[in-house]
């Protein structure tokens, strides 16, 4: 059984590589699979995730790749770049939350808001003041999650999954200051 208590939040490095790409395909698929078709969603997942691409991400020095586990078993990430916004976000030192993924089995149970304060942190540490993040048009679940923890929409841009254009919606937060707490304390370092 899932305790959310136990999950513990750290930095990526590039030995987790393998098992970020199996999960990061595995989550996108799940979410996504159903509405894209097959030969635009294998095109995509074959481009965005491998163990050469999670490798780059990983070892580059403006990404930083964020893990929950719980004991042995990944439960979420999320990814946090130093990458130009599109036109539309004028913003005062904006970073992008580029990827923020739970596994189905953890979501409900906290670790959504306890890695979004780490994403916060994490933007913090960049220097940033604002997140931005594109999340697809139809994926009412991921903008309301969005939405409730401060983000508002600021427009659209095209996001691809294979040859298949797509509209995302354009969100931003405020980076929060930091909380004096446990919490706070919950992210670690690699080792």
Same mark, same amino acid.
């Given at each position: 059984?899932? !305790?959310? $208590? @136990?999950?513990?939040?750290?930095?990526?490095?590039?030995?987790?590589?393998?098992?970020?790409a199996?999960?990061?395909?595995?989550t996108?698929? *799940?979410?996504?699979?159903a509405? !894209?078709?097959?030969?635009?969603?294998?095109?995509h997942?074959?481009?965005?995730?491998?163990?050469?691409? #999670? @490798?780059?991400?990983?070892?580059?020095?403006?990404?930083?790749?964020?893990l929950?586990?719980? +004991?042995?078993?990944l439960? +979420?990430?999320?990814?946090?770049?130093? !990458?130009?916004?599109?036109?539309?976000?004028?913003?005062?030192?904006?970073? $992008?939350?580029?990827?923020?993924?739970v596994?189905?089995?953890a979501?409900?149970?906290?670790?959504?808001?306890?890695?979004? #304060?780490?994403?916060?942190?994490?933007?913090?540490?960049?220097?940033?003041?604002?997140? %931005?993040?594109?999340? %697809? *048009?139809? !994926?009412?679940?991921?903008?309301?999650?969005? $939405?409730?923890?401060?983000?508002?929409?600021?427009? @659209?841009?095209?996001?691809?999954?294979?040859?298949?254009?797509?509209?995302?919606?354009? =969100?931003?937060?405020?980076?929060?200051?930091?909380i004096?707490?446990?919490? @706070?304390?919950? =992210?670690?370092?690699?080792?």
């Open positions: 059984m899932l !305790n959310p $208590e @136990s999950a513990k939040i750290r930095v990526g490095v590039e030995a987790d590589a393998p098992e970020l199996a999960f990061a395909a595995r996108f698929e *799940e979410t996504f699979g509405d !894209n078709r097959p030969d635009d969603m294998r095109a997942l074959t481009m965005a995730f491998g163990v050469a691409q #999670q @490798s780059k991400e990983l070892l580059d020095p403006d990404i930083t790749t964020l929950v586990h719980d +004991a042995t078993t439960l +979420a990430f999320a990814q946090v770049r130093r !990458n130009d916004p599109p036109p539309c976000i004028i913003l005062d030192r904006p970073i $992008e939350l580029h990827r923020f993924y596994d189905r089995p979501q409900g149970k906290g670790i959504a808001q306890r890695l979004m #304060q780490a994403v916060h942190d994490t933007a913090r540490r960049f220097g940033g003041k604002h997140l %931005w993040l594109g999340v %697809w *048009e139809r !994926n009412p679940r991921g903008i309301a999650f969005y $939405e409730k923890v401060g983000f508002t929409d600021e427009g @659209s841009h095209d996001f691809y999954v294979g040859q298949d254009r797509q509209t995302d919606r354009l =969100l931003v937060a405020c980076v929060s200051p930091p004096p707490s446990r919490r @706070s304390r919950s =992210l670690q370092q690699p080792r």
